[in-house]
Nanobody, 126 residues
Framework: QVQLVESGGGLVQAGGSLRLSCAVSGRTFSSYAMGWFRQAPGKEREFVAGISWSGFNTYYADSVKGRFTISRDNAKNTVYLQMNSLKPEDTAVYYC???????????????????WGQGTQVTVSS
């Protein structure tokens, strides 16, 4: 089991940028695929981005491709989500998630993400 703590959320104007961080406790961080999800009011939680244990493979929702970048630093047990060109429709609570997956395909939307953070609010004003 791992524990996840997100940070970096806030209020930003449309077109601006934010970087979310997710600090992960546990000695086997490098064995986990990581993902970012979001949930807007009245909507279901949706996959935003995922990354394999090595960082070699990344996956993105179509709605954020070209604007968001997921990365990880296994030495720091941290995963990041760089969000550029933010839009009001990106407003949501963003959650970090971890799924034990030593496979190179880990991080895809079909990954069994079992550990979740508490979420961080991102609000984009128009």
């Amino acid at each position: 089991q791992v524990q996840l703590v997100e940070s970096g959320g806030g209020l930003v104007q449309a077109g601006g940028s934010l970087r979310l961080s997710c600090a992960v406790s546990g000695r086997t961080f490098s064995s986990y695929a990581m993902g970012w999800f979001r949930q807007a009011p009245g909507k279901e939680r949706e996959f935003v981005a995922g990354i394999s244990w090595s960082g070699f493979n990344t996956y993105y929702a179509d709605s954020v491709k070209g604007r968001f970048t997921i990365s990880r630093d296994n030495a720091k047990n941290t995963v990041y989500l760089q969000m550029n060109s933010l839009k009001p429709e990106d407003t949501a609570v963003y959650y970090c998630a971890a799924g034990f997956s030593p496979l190179s395909t880990g991080g895809s939307p079909s990954t069994d993400f079992r550990s979740w953070g508490q979420g961080t609010q991102v609000t984009v004003s128009s």
